[in-house]
């Protein structure tokens, strides 16, 4: 039966071009590790929607964030940068970039402590004293965070699924440990996080240091990592900015609302958007245009429209069992917006493997009007709907924002192949 399946897929590739089987076994990696890893958590949200109150929930929602906004301190764009240097042979660039990181992770020390500081005296003083701890271990955590982008460009998958399934998993552990402990105590929980977080992040680090087999450096790897980052700016912006919005003007329980009624539509879309992975290492290194895509993937098209379809259907008609099944009856308001997000999950398809490609290609028009230009866009619509609807406004700005998204993308990358015609 075995040798049956592994000849089909030998044809399929030969037929096709298409390397089924490179695939196939990294994509079993991905999900196995990402699959985990959404576990966990949804299991850290489980035990916040049971053992905490909204307001506590609210407050830990808003802290984390605010942080990934801090982060864009720390250079995230070479994270990318490194993964596309190091499937090209470049391992070298693998600890500069790591030490570029961690001196521009300095800088938000003095920002949270800023920030930490504002909340303490002039608004909650649980929140200021959280972003005052959280400086501490800030660049252990955005700094270190290259290994996986690391092993990926390696094409590694089985090692970045194993090791980031156990941080995941260990993470979730000490969290919920610590809700059933004391719930009440928002500090211990975010001491908790950041503890575990900041030495499993170490940890990894240095684990995969030990696979690194040259000192090639790619000179253009920084210049890009850098751009990706001012491409990342509006969108990490963008990405948060419901819950900080939300915090602000309707206060934390309605973040603690929000956050259960996103969690399991984010937990989905973070689960499809992972397929397209071991396509990076491949679209770094291959002369193929969009076109050629195209035509390859029209055999997938129709088996994948049959089961997004499904999938839909399963979603729509179930997500009010399990939501009340896993938050409790607390959090039956969050149901019907988490309903309504399905029309997000169906739009981030076509933006994650659009942009995808665009990244590995470098395709620069695509990526400055998919991460430079739209987040601010998003940014409007997040902002307008919010402040007239509330967290209607923002179930609905996110639906909106995922299709411009994806609709923005797909016009830089047919831009950049007509000018080459």
């Not at 991905?30 to 299991?43: D, K, M, S």
């Not at 830990?60 to 250079?75: D, E, G, R, T």
């Not at 390859?296 to 089961?307: Q, S």
């Not at 979603?315 to 009010?320: E, G, L, M």
Request: contains cysteine; proline residues 3%.
């Amino acid at each position: 039966m075995f040798e049956l399946l592994k000849t089909k897929v030998s044809e399929y590739t030969k037929r096709y071009q298409i390397d089924l089987a490179y695939v196939i076994k990294n994509e079993f990696w991905i999900y196995l590790g990402e699959g985990i890893t959404l576990i966990a958590g949804l299991a850290i949200s489980v035990s916040f929607a049971r053992l905490a109150s909204k307001v506590v929930f609210g407050q830990y929602n808003l802290i984390f964030a605010i942080l990934p906004i801090v982060a864009l301190l720390s250079i995230p764009g070479l994270n990318n940068a490194v993964l596309r240097s190091v499937a090209r042979g470049n391992e070298g660039t693998y600890e500069g970039a790591v030490k570029t990181k961690f001196l521009w992770s300095m800088l938000g020390v003095p920002v949270l402590l800023g920030i930490g500081v504002y909340y303490y005296y002039y608004n909650t003083p649980v929140i200021g004293i959280c972003f005052m701890i959280s400086s501490v271990f800030f660049p252990f955590i955005y700094a270190l965070n290259t290994w996986s982008a690391f092993l990926q460009g390696k094409r590694r998958f089985d090692l970045t699924a194993k090791y980031g399934s156990i941080k995941a998993a260990l993470n979730a552990a000490t969290i919920i440990t610590i809700l059933f402990l004391n719930p009440t105590q928002l500090v211990l929980v975010v001491i908790a996080n950041l503890v575990t977080d900041s030495f499993l992040t170490y940890f990894l680090y240095r684990r995969s240091q030990k696979y690194i087999i040259n000192n090639v450096e790619d000179n253009e790897c920084k210049k890009y990592g850098y751009f990706l980052t001012t491409a990342s700016i509006a969108g990490c912006l963008s990405g948060n900015i419901d819950k900080i919005l939300i915090g602000i003007l309707l206060g934390p329980s309605q973040i603690a609302i929000y956050s259960i009624a996103k969690g399991i539509p984010d937990r989905i879309r973070t689960l499809l958007k992972p397929a397209w992975s071991p396509f990076m290492p491949k679209f770094s290194q291959d002369n193929v245009e969009m076109r050629e895509v195209r035509r390859k993937a029209k055999r997938f098209i129709f088996p994948l429209a049959l089961v997004i379809l499904g999938g839909s259907l399963l979603y729509w008609f179930f997500i009010d069992d399990i939501m009340l099944l896993l938050f409790s009856s607390k959090y039956v308001e969050s149901t019907i917006y988490a309903k309504m997000l399905l029309l997000m999950i169906l739009a981030s398809i076509p933006s994650a493997f659009l942009g995808t490609f665009a990244i590995a290609k470098r395709q620069t028009k695509s990526i400055v009007l998919g991460y430079h230009i739209f987040p601010f866009l998003k940014l409007l619509i997040m902002f307008g709907f919010i402040y007239q609807w509330g967290i209607w406004g923002a179930v609905w700005g996110l639906n909106l924002s995922m299709l411009v998204q994806g609709l923005l993308i797909w016009a830089g990358i047919g831009s950049e192949e007509w000018s080459q015609e």
